[in-house]
């Protein structure tokens, strides 16, 4: 037996493994494409709101759809985030949608959610743009923009702090 450290899904012959339950979600859709087809196993990927294929060496990465899964009373807030990435979601906006202080809305959010609301936006904006940068030939700065890092050289730097490489890297990869 030889274990690889970070691999998302492995296949050895008619054996398949996976890392754990976000992984298994990437075997199953690879399982999917094997039987049924790329484009099949990618729109089963949309209905879920996961990404089709995550490259091997990101399992501490989870799904889009994970972030607020098991924070009902933050849910409602997230969904607003994830429909308004290119604008300023700055805490003390946010916790005026929830009718909360800054202070206090920071801590429940970090406490419930499990990271500080700055992370969530960013985390949300990165895999956001992570998808189109994968997915669609939409120029950088254009996705940059309008998932909220307004900057293209921003968000390189967060892509480089978040997924080790630049989104050009991960383009050239997705082809």
Do not use: C
């Amino acid at each position: 037996m030889r274990v690889e450290a970070d691999r998302i899904h492995i296949r050895d012959g008619a054996i398949w493994t996976s890392a754990g339950i976000s992984a298994g979600i990437d075997l199953t859709l690879a399982l999917i494409a094997e039987d049924l087809g790329e484009a099949i196993a990618r729109r089963v990927a949309q209905e879920m709101v996961v990404y089709y294929r995550r490259p091997g060496g990101q399992s501490q990465f989870s799904a889009l759809a994970d972030l607020g899964s098991d924070a009902t009373v933050f849910s409602p807030l997230i969904a607003y985030i994830r429909s308004n990435l290119s604008e300023r979601l700055a805490v003390e906006q946010l916790a005026e949608r929830m009718a909360m202080s800054p202070r206090n809305f920071s801590r429940a959010f970090t406490r419930i959610v499990g990271v500080s609301p700055a992370k969530a936006v960013e985390r949300l904006r990165l895999e956001v743009a992570r998808e189109r940068v994968e997915n669609s030939r939409e120029p950088i700065e254009m996705i940059a923009s309008s998932t909220g890092f307004h900057d293209p050289e921003r968000m390189r730097r967060a892509f480089v702090r978040h997924f080790g490489q630049p989104p050009q890297s991960l383009r050239r990869a997705s082809v």
